[in-house]
């Protein structure tokens, strides 16, 4: 019997994902955490980037998250984000146009620009673009 562990991935404006998981693999502000099934309880900040489920059956689901919070209880993992989306549905275009004018934005900073703002536009940016790389290289396997 695979013992599993419930996922629920919810942005501002919708619940991207909710099922069952053997593991959870998500970006927090001190590095990577894996969450399996009986992990201890954690609540945590996430930075932007990844969030990968493996399903029960074994298939591999990716997402983007701007960042958020994850919040592990025994037997359900909650990951609450002002922005989320399947990996699948990221515009990497935009992501890439994003990443430009951020890097501009810095790289032309006056003294009426907010560096911080322009510093999270431009995780948020190579995080997108990070995201769309490890699905491509999972795609590929």
Do not use: C, W
């Not at 013992?3 to 099922?19: K, L």
């Not at 994850?70 to 922005?83: K, Y």
């Amino acid at each position: 019997m695979t013992h599993t562990i419930r996922v629920d991935i919810v942005s501002a404006e919708a619940e991207i994902y909710s099922g069952e998981a053997t593991l959870v693999v998500a970006t927090g502000e001190l590095g990577e955490l894996g969450i399996a099934p009986r992990h201890a309880p954690l609540i945590t900040r996430l930075k932007p980037g990844h969030v990968d489920v493996v399903a029960a059956n074994g298939d591999r689901q990716q997402f983007y998250v701007s960042g958020g919070i994850l919040e592990v209880q025994p037997q359900v993992v909650t990951i609450l984000a002002d922005t989320a989306a399947r990996a699948s549905d990221l515009d990497e275009a935009a992501a890439l146009k994003a990443k430009e004018e951020a890097e501009a934005a810095l790289a032309n900073r006056g003294p009426q620009m907010d560096v911080s703002e322009a510093q999270a536009k431009l995780a948020e940016a190579l995080a997108q673009l990070q995201a769309l790389e490890r699905m491509r290289k999972t795609l590929k396997h």
